[in-house]
């Protein structure tokens, strides 16, 4: 499933595609407004990708601190605050479909 119908059926439907792995259905806990069932899942997803949708789950509570730690542990740059929280989430969930 790509990143914009990932989006897209997280914002329309009431539970997850049934063919998605852990790390999309993080993603979609999330975009569903599920921030603690996408934290507690993310915390079980090996790193780098579990610390970076982690991280990304902290930035989007506004955590900036404990972001900063997770993206260090992913590997990945903080993102610039130009970068939209929506933005970033489509880079994360076009990056698991490879």
Do not use: F
């Not at 897209?8 to 595609?17: D, E, F, I, S, V």
């Not at 979609?28 to 603690?36: F, S, T, V």
């Not at 900063?68 to 990945?76: C, H, I, M, S």
């Not at 740059?77 to 880079?91: N, Q």
């Amino acid at each position: 499933m790509n990143a914009q119908d990932l989006a897209a059926h997280a914002l329309t439907q009431a539970k997850p595609p049934a063919d998605i792995n852990p790390a999309q259905r993080a993603l979609w806990l999330l975009k569903a407004g599920h921030w603690e069932k996408s934290h507690d899942l993310c915390q079980d997803l090996p790193d780098p990708v579990g610390a970076w949708i982690h991280a990304h789950l902290h930035r989007h509570e506004g955590d900036l601190g404990n972001a900063r730690y997770w993206y260090e542990r992913a590997g990945k740059p903080m993102p610039a605050r130009i970068l939209t929280l929506d933005d970033e989430w489509l880079a994360l969930a076009a990056a698991l479909q490879e």
